[in-house]
């Protein structure tokens, strides 16, 4: 590079450091495409464009302090290299933090489909389970049962309907849940899972 370029750099980088938006658009026409060019040896369009606007508004923003202690010509292609890497850098990690929350997340999902699959397969089974021991009661204690547990009704006002005692409701309930507990004995740990 000639003597002149190099007075005409230090001229150019003196009068952006003090603040002349002339030179500066000066250097942004000067090396705009070539480092937009560079850029796209690293990284896509987008990027590449948004790489080299971050890397003259970082001049823009700091002409102040602006220290340049190479040629203009490598400072700029250098400064577009190592904002490509980081970049690069960035999207890599961001690209493996999403990665791993997208198996973190279909872990998850696996997980919750299968515990509320089989959850209302079990009860499902249950359900069955314990219509088949109501239907095993005697006639007159299923009707106490299905009143009492199933529709909820107090034992006096069963007594009135079925015109037993309140005594007698309480007798059938007794039998009827007897026979169900030795109908659903081998059921009952799922009973129990499921009413945490």
Known sequence: M???????????????????QSSFRLLFDSYYKSLYAYALKFVDHDFANDIVQDLFSTIWDKKGVL?????LHNYLFTGIRNNCLQS???QKVRSRYQNEKKIQFSIEEINYFQSQASQSLL????????EEAICKLPDQCQKVFRLS????????????????????VEKHLTKALKIMREELKDYLPFLLLLLK
Not at 3 to 19: P, R, S, V
Not at 123 to 129: A, T, V
Not at 149 to 167: C, G, H, M, T, V
């Open 149 to 168: 547990r199933i529709q909820r009704i107090k034992n006096n006002e069963i007594a009135e309907q079925l015109e037993i005692s309140p005594k007698t």
């Open 67 to 71: 220290e340049i202690k190479t040629s």
């Open 88 to 90: 690069l850098e960035k």
């Open 2 to 20: 000639s003597a002149t370029c190099k007075i005409d750099e230090q001229l150019l980088i003196k009068q952006i450091k003090d603040g002349n």
């Open 123 to 130: 009860e499902i089974e249950l359900q069955n389970k314990i």
